[in-house]
């Protein structure tokens, strides 16, 4: 079974809309963090925000807000007054301990594609 | 400077071919990964090593080799290259505690 699903393969949105990535987890520790990446075109992966399992507060940063629910097993990221700049494949992780230490499981990607 | 480099950045070989990424770090850390990643399919790990003694098969080691020369470098080896294994591959680093992982700029290999 996937760790982490992340359902939408590819969505658009004109500029300025905002939008939301989903992001669904499975863990049965109670210690993990969830993690967001951006991977632009050019094609480095760039680490947006970790978050550990006992801090449920959302977090905003800028036009980026992540809203963490245990409750739902989701860490769902949403990019208000999107610009064309966001344009990128988006992945959602999940680091939980394993026998040797943190294992990282990532989703498949969200493409995500800001129409001027 | 990057933390985490490798090179080359773009490789194109033919099939059968030997080839070696290569991965450094600046970060001072003890564990590190190589990833390959594949359209649709995400990120997924091929090896890592928690230090220089150590080597640990991922989820989709086979046809790759890997050696950690130091800390600071890891090398992935195709020993004979075949087109199924045109990918991006990302090195990877994270500190003992393994919470968080930074990634290199990653190498887009083609097999022709």
């Known amino acids: 079974a996937q760790k982490v699903t992340q359902a939408q393969t590819e969505i658009s949105v004109v500029e300025k809309e905002d939008v939301t990535l989903d992001c669904v987890y499975e863990?049965?520790?109670?210690?993990?963090?969830l993690f967001w990446y951006k991977q632009p075109p050019s094609g480095e992966l760039v680490f947006l925000i970790r978050r550990n399992s006992f801090d449920e507060q959302n977090e905003i940063s800028g036009r980026y807000s992540w809203n963490f629910q245990k409750s739902t097993s989701s860490f769902n990221f949403t990019i208000t007054a999107s610009q064309v700049v966001d344009s990128a494949v988006y992945f959602c992780?999940?680091?939980?301990?394993?026998?040797?230490?943190?294992?990282?499981?990532f989703g498949t990607g969200t493409s995500l594609t800001v129409i001027p | 400077d990057a933390d985490v480099t490798q090179t080359p950045r773009n490789r194109i070989t033919k099939t059968g071919k030997r080839i070696m990424l290569e991965c450094s770090q600046t970060?001072?850390?003890?564990?590190m990964y190589w990833y390959r990643q594949d359209p649709g399919l995400g990120l997924r790990l091929i090896y890592y090593s928690f230090d220089v003694k150590d080597i640990n098969k991922g989820e989709i080691s086979d046809g790759y080799s890997v050696s950690r020369q130091a800390q600071a470098k890891f090398s992935l080896s195709l020993e004979s290259a075949i087109p199924n294994q045109t990918a991006l591959y990302f090195c990877a680093t994270s500190d003992y505690r393994g919470e968080t992982q930074y990634f290199g700029p990653g190498t887009r290999l083609l097999v022709l």
């Open positions: 970060k001072g850390h003890d564990r």
């Open positions: 992780a999940l680091s939980e301990a394993g026998p040797t230490g943190n294992q990282f499981y």
């Open positions: 863990t049965r520790d109670t210690t993990y963090y």
